[in-house]
C-alpha cells in the first residue's frame, strides 16, 4: 500500500505510463469506492487552483478519503499558487491531492511544497541505455507473464523508445496465454505490431560507423515508429555534423574541452572529435553539402518523396567514411 500523504506528484515523459500511473494510484487511495464520491478529477484550462483547494478542503462524504487529482499542473502560474500552498501547510487529514504533470513545467515553489509534504512518483524512462535495460527488466519481473531472455530480448528490441506499449502487450500476453505462463520468442511474435522508434543516436551511431543498412532500419524506425517529421530528423543530423564542423580545425586537446566548445556532455563530445578526424574536413564539408541539398529537396527543391530523400541522405553519409570493423 502506497504511504499516505496529503499530496503526490506522478511526473513522467510518456502519457502513456503516466495515465496507468496515476490510475493505480488513486486506485490505491480511493479503495473500493462503490458511491463513486471519493474522487474528484479535475481538468481542462477552466479548472483554476481555487476550485482544487476548495475540492480539497471539502471534508469526504459518505467515504473515509477524498482524493483530488489535478491534472496539466504545469499550466500554473506561481502566482496562482498561494492558496494552495497555503493549504499544504495545513492540509485536511482527511483529503489527498494528487498532481499530474504536463501543460509545462511545473513551478518550482509546488514542487518544493510536494518534496516536503508529499511524495514525488516518477515513471520516466531512463534515456542511457544500460539504465533503460534495467528499467525494462524490472518491469518484466513484475509483470504479468515470465519472458524468457530470448524473448526478453526481442521485446526490448522491438519497443525501442515506445516503453508506453509495455503494460498494453504484457497484459495481452496474459489474457492469451494466463497469468504467470512462460513466453518465449514465436509466442510473443505474433502480439509485436509496428516496431517502435529509436534514439536519434541511434542513427548517427550507424551512421559513423558506415553501417548503411543498421542507418536505414534506424531512419524507418524513427519516422514510423517514431514518428518524427522527416525536418526534425534532419535537424538532428545538422547538429551532429554541426558540431563536427565547429571542432573541423579547433585547437582542442580533450573531451572536456571539446564539450566547452559545441555546448554538450563530454561523451557526445569525444564521439564528434573522434568522427570528425575519421571524416577529415572534405569528409565533414561534403557531408554539409548534403545536408543542405536535402533540405532544399523537402522543401520542394525535387520533386521526390521524403522518406527516399531521407533514405539517400543517410545512405550517402554513411559512405563519406571507411566503415568500422
Not at 464520491?37 to 481538468?43: N, R
Not at 531512463?126 to 518484466?140: D, H, M, Q, V, Y
Not at 517529421?229 to 565547429?246: D, E, K, T, W
Amino acid at each position: 500500500m502506497t504511504e499516505l500523504v496529503p499530496v503526490y506528484l506522478v511526473r513522467g515523459d510518456d502519457p502513456a505510463l503516466i495515465g496507468p500511473a496515476v490510475s493505480e494510484l488513486v486506485h490505491e487511495l480511493a479503495g473500493d469506492d462503490p458511491t463513486g464520491l471519493a474522487v474528484e478529477d479535475l481538468s481542462g484550462e477552466e479548472v483554476g487552483i481555487d476550485a482544487a483547494v476548495d475540492a480539497l478542503q471539502t471534508p469526504a462524504f459518505l467515504s473515509d478519503r477524498r482524493v483530488v487529482v489535478v491534472r496539466e499542473a504545469g499550466r500554473f502560474r506561481t502566482d496562482e499558487l498561494d492558496t494552495l500552498l497555503a493549504y499544504l501547510d495545513d492540509p485536511l487529514p482527511t483529503s489527498v491531492l494528487v498532481l499530474v504533470s504536463g501543460g509545462g513545467q511545473l513551478a518550482a515553489k509546488l514542487l518544493a511544497a510536494v518534496k516536503k509534504s508529499g511524495h514525488v512518483i516518477d515513471v520516466s524512462v531512463p534515456t542511457n541505455a544500460k539504465a533503460r535495460s534495467g528499467w525494462l527488466a524490472t518491469a518484466l519481473k513484475e509483470g504479468p507473464v515470465n519472458l524468457d531472455r530470448n524473448a526478453a530480448a526481442l521485446l526490448s528490441d522491438h519497443l525501442g523508445e515506445d516503453v508506453g506499449r509495455l503494460a498494453t502487450l504484457l497484459d495481452a500476453l496474459a489474457a492469451a496465454y494466463g497469468e504467470g505462463a512462460d513466453v518465449s520468442p514465436d509466442e510473443l511474435q505474433p502480439f509485436l505490431g509496428e516496431a517502435g522508434g529509436v534514439a536519434p543516436w541511434t542513427l548517427t551511431d550507424a551512421i559513423d560507423a558506415g553501417d548503411t543498412e543498421s542507418a536505414l532500419v534506424a531512419l524507418k524506425r524513427l519516422t514510423e515508429g517514431g514518428d518524427r517529421h522527416p525536418l526534425v530528423i534532419l535537424a538532428s543530423l545538422h547538429r551532429h555534423y554541426g558540431a563536427m564542423l565547429r571542432l573541423e580545425g579547433a585547437n582542442v586537446r580533450n573531451e572536456n574541452e571539446a564539450a566547452a566548445l559545441i555546448g554538450s556532455g563530454p561523451y557526445p563530445a569525444k564521439k564528434a572529435m573522434n568522427q570528425a578526424k575519421r571524416l577529415g574536413a572534405t569528409g565533414v564539408a561534403r557531408a554539409i553539402t548534403l545536408l543542405s541539398d536535402a533540405d532544399i529537396d523537402l522543401r520542394g527543391g525535387r520533386a521526390w518523396p521524403e522518406p527516399l530523400i531521407l533514405e539517400v541522405l543517410v545512405a550517402r553519409l554513411s559512405r563519406l567514411g571507411p566503415r568500422r570493423r
